[in-house]
């Protein structure tokens, strides 16, 4: 994992922004002002049922050293960016690892419990149909029972600071007991119906650069050497993470919407 993160940030470093990445991207988000704001699902551009996108994360609320050390990253990478550079910043309330996407929103499932059906893949992501309270309540309890009998998670520790080349600022751990990977197999043994798509690392999402303009090469040399200042402050921090959450997520790509909190072990041996 940590040579993922270190492959991201070489990418970066020899190449810049992926501008395609983020001219994709940017539609999802209220570029009106500087400082841009996401979408609900309900209105992009390619618009979503309701309750279209749900999934698991681990909100960092218990690792208050580390979420105030992400502002502060965050404003001062911020501040090597380009006058008028426009952004999307994460709250620190907001701040998570994603675990498991029952449904995605650029493949939202209906009933990510069901069995596995790859025929849903040649229907519009628009055409597909929102789930039930039922289909709901369902994924919720099965998140509910894999969390409270899993063992804490005590050995989640800061890796890095990365800028990747799609714009996004991420702080990325590592897990030196592989409990997320066996928190993912079990979700995914879970949600057959889930997409196949799922993220591999452990990463929270700090900061999106929405200008789709390539960077200066004195801008990317000095943000490399301010991610390259706040990994060596940061690494071996440990992440204190207590509960999980299942949200069925209701504005693009933030924590936001109907949240269901669970608490981690609660019921292990």
């Known amino acids: 994992m940590i040579s993922c993160y270190s492959a991201m940030a070489t990418d970066f470093e020899d190449s810049g922004l992926n501008i395609p990445f983020i001219r994709d991207i940017r539609p999802n988000y209220d570029t ?8 609900t699902y309900t209105s992009l551009p390619l ?3 309701e309750r279209a996108v749900r999934l698991c994360v681990l909100p960092l609320q218990d690792s208050q050293e580390v979420v105030q050390a992400a502002s502060q990253v965050t404003e001062a990478i911020k501040a090597l960016l380009p006058a008028g550079t426009q952004v999307y910043v994460n709250a620190p309330e907001k701040l998570h690892i994603t675990v498991f996407h ?3 929103p650029d493949d939202p499932r209906p009933s990510s419990m069901s ?3 790859d025929a849903i893949t040649a ?3 628009t055409d597909r149909r929102g789930p039930t309270d039922e289909e709901i309540a ?3 309890a099965a998140m509910t029972s894999i969390v409270q009998q899993m063992q804490p998670l005590e050995h989640l520790e800061v890796s890095s600071i990365v800028l990747a080349d799609s714009g996004t600022l991420l702080l990325c751990s590592i897990d030196r007991r592989a409990d997320i990977t066996k928190l993912r197999q079990s979700l995914r043994a879970a949600y057959p119906g889930a997409p196949k798509k799922q993220t591999s690392i452990i990463h929270t999402t700090l900061m999106r650069i929405l200008t789709p303009e390539q960077l200066p090469p004195a801008s990317v040399a000095a943000i490399q050497r301010q991610c390259a200042l706040w990994t060596e ?3 071996g921090t440990r992440l204190t993470i207590k509960k999980a959450w299942y949200t069925v997520e209701s504005v693009f790509s933030i924590i936001e919407g109907e949240t269901s909190e669970v608490l981690i072990g609660s019921t292990a041996a």
């Open 102 to 104: 029952m449904s995605r």
């Open 233 to 235: 402050r940061l690494r």
């Open 115 to 117: 069995a596995a059906d």
């Open 47 to 49: 618009p979503l049922a």
């Open 123 to 125: 229907v519009p992501i």
């Open 32 to 39: 009106s002002s500087e400082v841009c704001k996401p979408l």
């Open 138 to 140: 369902s994924e919720l």
